[in-house]
């Protein structure tokens, strides 16, 4: 049978890149784009305008398409939802119950749904983070993450539910704009770099966060969503790792590349989500289980992005 996809979230920063490789994978048409907003990154998929957090027009799409495999990618991230608590809180559990517990009745066969650093917190070891270690995540995006990982075990086991999960740590990618995160600043510093020469920083300059290339997230999602069953031995979410940076130590790196760039800081609210986040992870379970292995170092990051954010600004 041929697998029918769908992507909830399809227009966001992941969503973008996602659905480019699900295409390869699966073919157009049988990758669903759904967002709130239409978008030409749809332009070779079907596009269904979708609420999430609409029960009965979920429904509807789902056995509309015939879906079998559903990628939840929509939420509110660590920065937005500061500023809109409750509603961080609703779209991003709602959201995650609703696909659940079409799950729990059959309807949908496999569910990918991405949790984050931000489960982490200040009491959590900052060096090398453990896989299981202690979590009290300081922010609504990061409570509300951490609450879904502990619902996707729990369906898994009292329901047999298919729901897989990695922690995304920072993501860096050209293909679109980031959606509100705390990390979201590694991208904005290339687009400046380039534009003006010069990038004021939210975040100080020893804010050393973990990070990862976008093609290698990209990588490790459908990884973990082809890999067997019995391989998956982690259902709340696994650890991932790229590599780590600071502001001042990227900084520094591009302009190896652009000598004239110059940077300067100014930190605001994201700070105290920054300072209480890892500063690198430690992801030998998702090594072990299911092969897991980065592509991309920094160096190569750096590299990879310039070229491509030349090429469109030229």
Known sequence: MTDKVLIIGAGGQIGTELLERLNQIHGPSNVIAADLNS???????PYEKLDILD???????????????????????????EKNPMFGWQLNMDGLFNILNLAKEKIIDKV?????????????????????????????????????????????NKYNVDVRSLRYPGLIGWKSAPGGGTTDYA???????????????????????PMMYMPDA???????????????????????????????????????????????YKSDFRQNIADSWPQSIDDLSASQDWGWKPDYDLNQMIKDMLLNLRKIKS
């Not at 398409?65 to 991230?77: D, E, G, K, S």
């Not at 995006?141 to 075990?153: N, T």
């Not at 991208?187 to 966060?209: Q, R």
């Not at 391989?231 to 652009?258: D, M, T």
Request: proline share 5%.
């Open 39 to 45: 978008s030409s990154a749809f332009a070779n998929n």
């Open 112 to 156: 990918y749904w991405p949790s984050s650093i931000a489960v982490f917190g200040p009491t959590t070891p900052k060096l090398n983070t453990p896989q299981y270690t202690v979590m009290e995540p300081s922010t609504v995006y990061g409570i509300s993450k951490q609450a879904g990982e502990r619902w996707c075990e729990y369906y898994f």
């Open 187 to 209: 991208v904005h510093i290339f687009h400046h770099a380039l534009e003006s020469g010069n990038y004021e920083c939210f975040l100080s300059e020893d804010t050393t966060l």
């Open 218 to 264: 990209i990588k490790a999602t459908v990884d973990i969503m082809h890999a067997p069953s019995e391989n998956v031995k982690i259902r709340s979410s696994y650890n991932l790792a790229g590599f780590s940076f600071s502001p001042k130590e990227i900084a520094a790196e591009i302009k190896k590349h652009i000598p004239n760039f110059e940077i300067t």
């Open 55 to 81: 029960k009965e027009a979920l429904y509807n799409v789902i056995k509309k398409h015939q879906i079998n495999q559903v990628y939840l990618l929509a939420a509110l991230l660590s920065a937005t939802a």
